[in-house]
Structure formats: structure tokens, C-alpha cells
């Protein structure tokens, strides 16, 4: 169990204001600290901090001490743990980890405990900003119609928030129209150094977070480290736990030059993300450097720390200079807090000057960038990575509607180039409609709208295209959704919002809108015209995301674009124009105009972001940010500190992981006579376990919902209902391609062995357990692989899965499994089903020792008359600790208890 920290004596204070500060001199443990990339400072003085010999190992202290350029991924992988300060959730992924506390209060209540001493023991906030939809655009009751129907969608989600933020300590719930959580996060959530009290004193640290959302990294623009995790990993930290992470390669990006003033932050990201999915950084750090970096502002550094999922690394990392303390200026930070937090990290060696080549730690590879070379970008028509010069988007579009069907190609057949549709619109006018026209243009999602810079550059060109007599075309979906309150502020105060609302740019909501799908209907006669005539037409968005099928189902070509671009590329009414040569419309004095001619430059934004981005804005904003809506406020909730949980509700319902627990530690019992319930393959993903998107009609969640009265325009999605173990537990191994070597048939079913009877995956798991059968997974490699899920590991502990058998784990989603008390068994180097000769429909015994459970020990499994070893993927003491109390929130429950 836990013990005294070993390195208390690197523990130092100062005094300031007639208050002692305490911090670790991380420094002075090793001269080798000066050599260390700044990312790896924050996950060592963690580890120096929290170092107890249980959760985090003096060993853990020393191999980030140890880090060093030669590590590559792959060879003598260095395992370590790491505790972040805090958590932040958006409403997706927030709701089953709220959902898992209130079941654990009742699970305390009803052994005896004080219910009441289930809270988050590390900071948690949860920003509802991933449910409203962009029903309704172009009108001045956009937003309220957006934000009603929001409610009516939601209200019982949010009943169940609304109640969590008052029942829990330790957790914000920033309610729905407040912004985008990235945004939230950045402009009010972050402490950059925590202050916490101990024994009179406090005591400093860096801020660090994991999120449930992948775009988490936004928050390393602003020096605080932090990454997107699996549900599981996050309630763990949240509940006092550590995360166990490989020690990553850091690859060091050194910045030089300035930006051209024609150009934008997003097209500098687009170009950092595009070089850098080329050059291959998963699962590594990126930690940028050089003169370069500090003439980005805090803004532009976020816009490119956000789309790290996109460039596929860990984090892209951005450390503390003093522009980031100006930002905490500008955005209402006290100046006390400002001047300890410099102090702080002057005394730790953390605090980064960019010009300074000295200070310039080692990295595992260094590459650079020019600024000066980025020209105006756009990415897509199907991913983030895919730049493409704006100069160079009529041929590229046009290339990729012949190119083969792929990333960049359609196979559109040479006599169906020419290709248009017409329709009629509400103005009595006919439109028409081809190949490249735009029919979605939208202002969205925390990429850009986090950024001063080039919102107000938007409100800036669409004031001189109003002036000069341009318009966008009435059926084109345009939309603007700010990232927090602080944008509109702004944008009212600078005076653009009537130019952008001319053009149809209204204020439709504050939440991640189109970027994630939430962009609502198109007109039905444009809809019609685009799949009568097979067009690709086009969505333009100031998003990080484009995968087809992504923004719209009727929006084959998606392109992301600084929010300039889109307003631009809206007024062009296509995608393939080339803005050098050919006008935008003509000026009431006939005269033809570019996009040359209204395009502001940096300079001209600079000088109205000075003028009006303001503290007193953001003091305004966020002081009253957990007011909330008026329907929020008027949303009735229980004051009880246990959950009123409804029989009928389809969305939130108490899950059944605490049924028949008992104070006691349960024996342990080896797994007797188990059926194996899928035979998989390779690369299993936890999208194969459990699908996020939509209910298929004809699926065993699908019968549930309709025997609870719901036809299936009401079914929602998978994500919507996380909340709810009836339906995750249906949707478990329900994705339509998941390939099961038990049948002949790919999808989701599977065969029941005794009878040889094929029927869906959650029917079969619910007859072995009325026969009292515990169930086996056989695998191949990579199990687990993917954006980690925790109902990947919670659905199959639901339908009676006690161990599964793998050639290799996914590292998050073995900690998962076992997390949820599942077994990881791995098979001996040079093995696997098919040299073992397994079929599946062997009865499976496996033999675990009553006493002694050790870190990696051999377990025998016997599958009929074929016996083999394996290898106990319990990698920790810690690990063995949870799953001898069930999993790991029955660990914390009896920890409760004491």
C-alpha cells in the first residue's frame, strides 16, 4: 500500500503577500533535468509530487529521469505512471462517468457507508457543448429555436447534469450555451499552476488534464499538458487514481520566421498537420520550439495544439513563456495569481524562452518550419491532412472528381463531369446546382472560434463584401456558432456581427456543431437535386474534422478552412474557383471584385483585436457561467444526494456493476467451464466492440427501444445513450463488419455452441447466462486497437465476459479490462489460436491461484484436451488490487467504507 514520498526532501516554499508557498524543486533531484523537453518536466514533477511506492514508484521517478533522445518507440519500451491535476468531460462522454458516481453512492448507502464520501477526489468539469444541432440557420431566431429544440431533445440528460452538479463536490457542470469545451477550458478552466491547500499551506504544481474528448490537446497552446482518454482512464483519475503510459518519444518542431500578413493560424495548422502526418508521430509528443513560437499569440498556438488527433500525436505541446502570461492577463486572470505562477516557474526551470537557444532542451528528432513559407490553405475533400494550396483547389477538386474513388477521389465517369441539378427556392427563383457547390458553409467548433485573430478577420471581410454589394446564395447553410460567449462579445462590440449576419452568418448555438455532424436537415429539394443528379456538392467549415460522411450525408466533399475562407468560398457559391483570376461578383459601380480586394491583413486585425479583446469581457462572461440558460435555471431537479432513478427513462438508468457486492473481498474463483462467446481475429477495435453511431432497426437494442414505445426516428444514437446499460450492453459487438470466425457470415452474431444455433451476439450472451455459463473471447493482435472506449470494456463485462485470450492488447484497453474486472490473458510468444489449433467451440477451464497472484505470471488454460500457457496481463500490484475487488470502482467503493 501507499508510503511516505521518498523525495520530501526536494520540497521547498517562498513566501509572497504574507502567504507560504510550497513546490517541488524538481531541478535540483538531477542534473540531467536541464537536458529534459519541457512536456517530460511536467510528467516528472508529477511523479516527484505523488510518488507513494503504490500508485506511483520511485522507479517511475527515475525512468523519466532517464529519458533520453535515443528512445524509440518499440525498443525497451519504459512504462510509467503518471497522475494528472484534473479531468475535464464534455456531455457524450460525461454523462456514464456521472452515471457510474451516482451508482457508487448507492452501492456505499447500501453496505453502510456514507454515501456522501463519493465525490471526484481529482477536480472534474464537464462542459455540455456536443448536443445542440444547427436545425435552424440564416434567421435572427436561430439560436433561441436551436437552443429550445436543444432542450426538448435533452431534457432528460440534462435533468440528470443539472442534478450531478449540485449533489457532487469537486465537479463543475458548465450548462448547454455556454461554448465549446476546448474553448471553456482555455479561456477559464485551466489554473496553468494549480494552487492546493495542505495544512496552512500551498502547495504549487503545473495544471495537466485528460479529457474524453481526443481534441483535449487544445488546452497545450496555454503550457498545460494534457491528452484525450478513455472513460474508464478518466473515472480513474478522478477518483485518486494513476494512468499508466509508455515514456514517448518527443519530437521537437522549431518554428522560425514570421507569418505572412495574408495568411492565417488555420493555415498554419493545416500545414504543421499535413507535415506532420507525413513524417509519422503517433504516440509520440510534439513539443514546439524556436524564435518563431513567440510571435504565434496563445489563440494561434491553440488552433494548432487542437488539431493534434488530426497530426496523430500524444500532444503537441507549446511551453509556458510569457506570452502566456499576457493571455492569462487578457483573459481576467488576477494578477496576484499571474505573479506566483511566474515565480513558480522561474524557480522550477519551467518557465520557456523561445529565443533563447541555450535553454533549448534534447529532443528525439528535431524538425523545422518556416512561417514565412505557409501560404492560405485548405484540407480535404475527406481528411484533415490532406492541404491543399487555395492557388491550387480548382485542379486539385477537379482531379480528385475523376480520381479513383478514395481520399482524394470520386471516379466521377468523364460524361457526368457536367453534371447539374435545378430547383426551385423560397424566393421563387431556380437555382442550379453542380459538381464543387457549396450547399453547407459553417463557422464551427473550437479549431477557430477560440481564435481572435481570424473570428474578427471573418466580421472584417464580411463587412467590405456587404460594402461592396456581395451576397451568398439563400440555400446555402450557413452558420456561426462561437466558442464561448467571450466570441460574440467581441464580435458585437467590434461591429461585424450585422455585416456576418447579412451574409446568413447568424448565431445558431454555442456547442461542437457541424464539426461533429451537427449540422442539421438541408432542404429537401436540395437533397433531392444532389442524389437525383449524383453531384458532389460541398461543405465548408472552420471545423478539424472532414471524414465523409462526417459533416452531412449529402455533402460529399467537405473542406476545412479558415473562417475567412468559408465566408469566401460561400460567396463563390463553389469550391472549384480560382479567387486570382475570377471574381467574386460585381461592386454597384460594375467593377469586378476579388477576394483580394475585401481579404484584410493581420496588421488591420491585429489592431481591432487590441481595441476590443478585452479582460472585462471575459469577467462578464464567465461570471456568470454557471447561471445558465433560462431553461436551465428553470430545469427541476432533485435536491437528495442520491440519484431518483426512473424504470421508464431509456437514456439514464443505474447500471449493474455493484449488484450483489459485499464489504468483503470475493474469492477468487477460477473460470469453470466457459464457452467462448467470439472467435476474432486481428485489430479488433473498440469500434467493433462498441459502436458509437446509430442503432440499426433490426438490432437487439432496437427491440428494446421499440418494446419501451420508441419508433426508430426516436432511437438516437449509441453515443446519446451511454447512459443507459440496457442499451450499451445490446450494442455490444453490434458493429455491421465485425468479422467472427464462429460463423460463416460478417456482422453481428455469433453461434451458441451447445446447439450450433446462429443468432445475434447480446441473445446469445443472455441464454449462456440463463445456463449459468461463463464466457471467453479468443483473439489475435492489437485487441482493443482504436479510439479507446470505456463500454468497450463495460459492454463485455455485462454480457458475462470473464477473460479474454489475446495475442496483444491495445495498452489503454487492457487497462480497461481490467478496470471493469476482466482477465487479460496473452499467449506465449510464437503462439495463437491457429498454432494451438482452436476452434472455438472448446469448453474452457482456467485455473487462477487462490493466493500468490502475481504482476505477469503463467496461467494455464485447458480448452478440451489441448492445454496451453499464457501470460497474466496484470502488469501492476495495483492491478491485481482491482481486480480482486471486482474492478476498479468496487475498489473505491470499499475504500469508501473504511
Not at 426 to 448: E, L, M, R
Request: proline share 5%; hydrophobic share 35%.
Amino acid at each position: 500500500m501507499a508510503g511516505p514520498n521518498p523525495f520530501a526532501q526536494y520540497q521547498k516554499s517562498f513566501s509572497k503577500d504574507g502567504e507560504n508557498y510550497k513546490y517541488f524543486d524538481i531541478a535540483e533531484i538531477d542534473k540531467k533535468y536541464d537536458q529534459l523537453p519541457f512536456s517530460i518536466r511536467v510528467l516528472l514533477e508529477s511523479a516527484v509530487r505523488n510518488c507513494d511506492n503504490f500508485h506511483i514508484l520511485e522507479q517511475d521517478v527515475h525512468s523519466i529521469l532517464g529519458w533520453s533522445p535515443n528512445l524509440k518507440q518499440g525498443q525497451n519500451d519504459v512504462e510509467v505512471s503518471f497522475k494528472p491535476a484534473r479531468v475535464i468531460l464534455q456531455d457524450f462522454t460525461g454523462v456514464p462517468a456521472v452515471v457510474d458516481f451516482a451508482a457508487m453512492r448507492d452501492a456505499v448507502l447500501e453496505l453502510g457507508g456514507n454515501p456522501e464520501k463519493i465525490n471526484p477526489i481529482c477536480p472534474a468539469d464537464l462542459v455540455i457543448d456536443h448536443s445542440v444541432q444547427v436545425d435552424f440557420a440564416r434567421s435572427p431566431d436561430a439560436l433561441n429555436k436551436n437552443q429550445n429544440l436543444e432542450f426538448e431533445r435533452n431534457k432528460e440528460r440534462f435533468t440528470f447534469l443539472k442534478w450531478g452538479a449540485r449533489a457532487f463536490n469537486n465537479m463543475l457542470i458548465v450548462p448547454p450555451g455556454s461554448g465549446i469545451v476546448h474553448q471553456v477550458n482555455l479561456e477559464y478552466l485551466a489554473r496553468v499552476v494549480f494552487e492546493a491547500d495542505e495544512n496552512g499551506s500551498k502547495v504549487l504544481y503545473p495544471d495537466s488534464v485528460v479529457g474524453t474528448d481526443s481534441h483535449t490537446t487544445m488546452i497545450n497552446g496555454l503550457g498545460v499538458l494534457g491528452w484525450g482518454v478513455g472513460g474508464i482512464e478518466a473515472e480513474a483519475v478522478m477518483l485518486g487514481q494513476s494512468i499508466s503510459m509508455l515514456l514517448p518519444e518527443v519530437i521537437g518542431y522549431k518554428l522560425i520566421g514570421k507569418l505572412s500578413p495574408l495568411v492565417t493560424s488555420t493555415d498554419l495548422v493545416l500545414t504543421i498537420t499535413k507535415h506532420l502526418r507525413q513524417l509519422g508521430v503517433v504516440g509520440k509528443f510534439v513539443e514546439f520550439y524556436g524564435p518563431g513560437v513567440a510571435e504565434l499569440s496563445i489563440a494561434d498556438r491553440a488552433t494548432i495544439s487542437n488539431m493534434c488527433p488530426e497530426y496523430g500525436a500524444t500532444v503537441g505541446y507549446f511551453p509556458i513563456d510569457v506570452n502566456t502570461l499576457s493571455y492569462m492577463k487578457q483573459t481576467n486572470r488576477s494578477e496576484k495569481k499571474i505573479d506566483i505562477i511566474k515565480k513558480y516557474l522561474e524557480a522550477t526551470g519551467q518557465l520557456r524562452d523561445y529565443s533563447n537557444e541555450v535553454q533549448d532542451p534534447l529532443y528525439s528528432q528535431t524538425i523545422s518550419l518556416d512561417l514565412s513559407t505557409v501560404v492560405t490553405s485548405v484540407s480535404g475533400p475527406k481528411r484533415p491532412h490532406d492541404r491543399v494550396s487555395v492557388s491550387d483547389m480548382q485542379k486539385d477538386f477537379n482531379s480528385c472528381l475523376v480520381n479513383p474513388v478514395g481520399f482524394k477521389g470520386y471516379g466521377i465517369r468523364p460524361q457526368s463531369l457536367t453534371a447539374s441539378g435545378e430547383f426551385q427556392w423560397d424566393d421563387g427563383k431556380t437555382y442550379t446546382i453542380k459538381h464543387g457547390s457549396v450547399v453547407i458553409a459553417a463557422i464551427t467548433s473550437c479549431t477557430n472560434t477560440s481564435n481572435p485573430s481570424v473570428m474578427l478577420g471573418a466580421g472584417m471581410l464580411a463587412k467590405k463584401a456587404v460594402e461592396k454589394g456581395l451576397s451568398i446564395n439563400p440555400y446555402v447553410k450557413t452558420s456561426l456558432s462561437p466558442g464561448s460567449g467571450v466570441v460574440t462579445y467581441y464580435l458585437k462590440e467590434s461591429g461585424v456581427i450585422p455585416y456576418l449576419e447579412k451574409l446568413g452568418f447568424d448565431i445558431v448555438g454555442y456547442g461542437c456543431m457541424t464539426c461533429i455532424g451537427n449540422s442539421g436537415p438541408l432542404e429537401e429539394n436540395i437533397v433531392n437535386t444532389i442524389e437525383k443528379n449524383e453531384l458532389v456538392c460541398c461543405g465548408v467549415l472552420s471545423g478539424n474534422r472532414n471524414f465523409e460522411g462526417r459533416i452531412h450525408p449529402n455533402t460529399r466533399a467537405n473542406y476545412l478552412a479558415s473562417p475567412l475562407l468559408v465566408i469566401a468560398y460561400a460567396i463563390a457559391g463553389r469550391v472549384d474557383i480560382d479567387f486570382e483570376t475570377e471574381s467574386l461578383g460585381i461592386d454597384s459601380n460594375g467593377d469586378k471584385v476579388f477576394l483580394r480586394d475585401i481579404w484584410p491583413t493581420r496588421g488591420e486585425i491585429q489592431e481591432v483585436e487590441n481595441k476590443y479583446v478585452i479582460p472585462a469581457m471575459f469577467q462578464e462572461v464567465y461570471s456568470k457561467i454557471e447561471l445558465g440558460s433560462q431553461d436551465w435555471q428553470t430545469l427541476q431537479v432533485s435536491d437528495g444526494k442520491l440519484y431518483p432513478w426512473s424504470a421508464q427513462s431509456t437514456y439514464i438508468k443505474r447500471p449493474p456493476f455493484f449488484e450483489g457486492m459485499k464489504r468483503e473481498l470475493p474469492k477468487l474463483k477460477s473460470i469453470e467451464n466457459a464457452r467462448c462467446l467470439l472467435f476474432l481475429g486481428d485489430s479488433v477495435t473498440t469500434d467493433h466492440i462498441s459502436p458509437a453511431g446509430s442503432i440499426a432497426r433490426n438490432s437487439p437494442a432496437a427491440r428494446f427501444l421499440s418494446g419501451r414505445g420508441l419508433t426508430p426516428k426516436d432511437f438516437n444514437s449509441y453515443g446519446s445513450r451511454r447512459g443507459n446499460d440496457s442499451i450499451m450492453a445490446r450494442g455490444t459487438f453490434a458493429n455491421i463488419r465485425l468479422v467472427n470466425k464462429l460463423i460463416s457470415t460478417t456482422g453481428p452474431r455469433t453461434k451458441h455452441i451447445p446447439s450450433g444455433e446462429e443468432m445475434d451476439v447480446f441473445d446469445c450472451a443472455e441464454r449462456y447466462r440463463e445456463e449459468g455459463t461463463p464466457l471467453v473471447l479468443v483473439v489475435g493482435k492489437d485487441y482493443g486497437s482504436g479510439s479507446s472506449r470505456d463500454w468497450a470494456a463495460k459492454g463485455p463485462f455485462l454480457l458475462g465476459i470473464k477473460t479474454v485470450i489475446a495475442e496483444s492488447y491495445e495498452r489503454i484497453h487492457r487497462s480497461n479490462l481490467v478496470g471493469m474486472g476482466i482477465i487479460p490473458l496473452q499467449f506465449l510468444p510464437n503462439q495463437n489460436a491457429e498454432t494451438l489449433k482452436l476452434t472455438g467451440d472448446e469448453v474452457y477451464n482456467i485455473s487462477l491461484p487462490e493466493e500468490g497472484l502475481k504482476p505477469g505470471q503463467i496461467i494455464k488454460v485447458k480448452a478440451n484436451n489441448i492445454v496451453f500457457d499464457t501470460v497474466l496481463r496484470f502488469d501492476t500490484e495495483v492491478d491485481i488490487t482491482y481486480f480482486k475487488n471486482g474492478g476498479i470502482l468496487n475498489y473505491m467503493i470499499r475504500k469508501m467504507l473504511d
